[in-house]
């Protein structure tokens, strides 16, 4: 089994972007009933969980042969 290091710059930056659209959601209303309020205590776990799972992700799809773009996204050579 392998252990993938991802680069780190992409995770960060798939965290920060999904945030800030979970919060726009919230500001905005859509999804949520509180418009025009933001719960930060969700946003912060959702945060804490993004990159975990995204990490898990990874693992799984280096041990799949047919993702052909997984050396891609992880900068590694074959």
Do not use: C, S
Not at 13 to 37: D, R, S
Not at 41 to 65: C, D, K, S, W
Request: no cysteine; hydrophobic share 50%; net charge negative.
């Amino acid at each position: 089994m392998e252990f993938p290091r991802p680069d780190l710059r992409e995770i960060i930056k798939l965290t920060v972007t999904f945030l800030l659209l979970l919060a726009l959601f919230q500001y905005m209303g859509i999804f949520y009933e509180n418009e025009g309020t933001i719960d930060w205590q969700f946003l912060f776990l959702t945060g804490m969980i993004i990159p975990i799972f995204t990490y898990l992700l990874t693992i799984i799809t280096a041990n799949i042969e047919y993702l052909p773009d997984y050396n891609t996204m992880t900068h590694r050579a074959k």
